[in-house]
């Protein structure tokens, strides 16, 4: 038994894609501690206006907010010394500033930082204060944020194999393959629960149900499709179409228009929040954005999915996530322009037939981590110790995504 807390300094945010690995870190952690008996103390540096700001206090961990910048990639110099871009390097500094009186008085064992911009001072922070730094990459490249981060680091945990390939020799000698942390919840939706908390009573239960998604902030380019293919989707389906806070109410007033038997069957969302786990059980297929989390999230449950992916994602990821999977059958890309035709060719067959649903399903399954979250934590608890990494940790010979 243990008297002494485990502190943790977790950094990360923006988006979803960084926001949920950490927490579902945090919560991995908090529980294998319990076991020893040993409890967890949590301080999340994040930004003010990131998902982060919402999401760690509603989860009860105390959060404390730095100034950031966006860090903008170009290769023209013009555009890189912007005003933009100069005003928001100069918060960097200021950042690391804060972050470091944030470190210097929590005094953690350890540094967790999944990515986004605030992780950039909250890492440098962490160096300066010699508490080890494990950085979670979730896409296949290091996105900038751990790119800048993997010198400062005791460990890099990323979410895919084909990532060791594309690190340099030591960034390669400190990176385990984890896979992407799923919220545990997410994994343990139940469909029914859906129906009574989002109030789907005019959903008919005898066809199939679509999750639209476009990620944490809705996609322009998904709510064009659906809104061009609504009627035809509600010929074969009852929707679930989360759109994107800021595009709620443009959608709603469009929705308006529905003839009433078809409107029972269609529900819009602005963000799907606590009840996210049980929309992912009630759904039979999936359109989405390929984000990674989106991705980690829908291959541990094995969903069918028709992927629109967001072009300008760095490096293409999410072009190259989708395509990856589609190469085996366990989604399809719909990738370039995209027109509401092609989403109803893609959909069409899977909502007509229930094996090709289950042949897709299992397919996508074989690309899911449940086990990610724990790994990671593994991976925490090593840094903490000193322990250097294993060569070769985290091969599994398993499908991994693209390069
Ligand atoms: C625009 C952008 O920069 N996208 C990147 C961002 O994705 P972004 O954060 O937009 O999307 P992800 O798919 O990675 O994660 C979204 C997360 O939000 C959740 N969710 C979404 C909508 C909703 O209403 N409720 C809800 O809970 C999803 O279930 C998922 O857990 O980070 C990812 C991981 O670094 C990258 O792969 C993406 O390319």
Redesign the pocket.
Known sequence: MHSAPFRLVVTGG???????PALTAVRTLEARLAVEGRALEVLWIGTADGLEARVAPAAGIAFTMVATGKIRRSKNPLKLASPANVRDMARVPLGVLQARRAIDGFRPDVVLAT?GYVAVPAGLAARMCHRPLVLHE??VRL?LANRKLASAAARICVSSDSTLGLLSESARAIAVVTGNPV?PE?LSGQADKAVQALGLWGFDRRLPTVYV??????SQQINELVGESVQWLLGRANVIH?CGPANEAGLRARAAGLPAELAARYHL?????GE?PDVLALADVVVS?????????LTALGKPAVFVP?AS??GN??VH?ARHLEQSGAAVALTGEVTAAQLQTAVGPLLADAHLRRAMAERARAYGRPDAADRLVDEILAAVAGRPVTAGAGRRGEPSLPR
Not at 14 to 20: D, I
Not at 289 to 297: H, K, Y
């Open positions: 923006g988006t979803g894609g960084h926001t949920y990515g979730q896409t996105g919220r997410v998604t476009g990620g944490a902030q809705g989360q969302a602005g963000f799907v929040s996210l954005r390929s984000g990674a989390g989106t991705l980690a999230e967001l994602s760095a990821e999410q996530n």
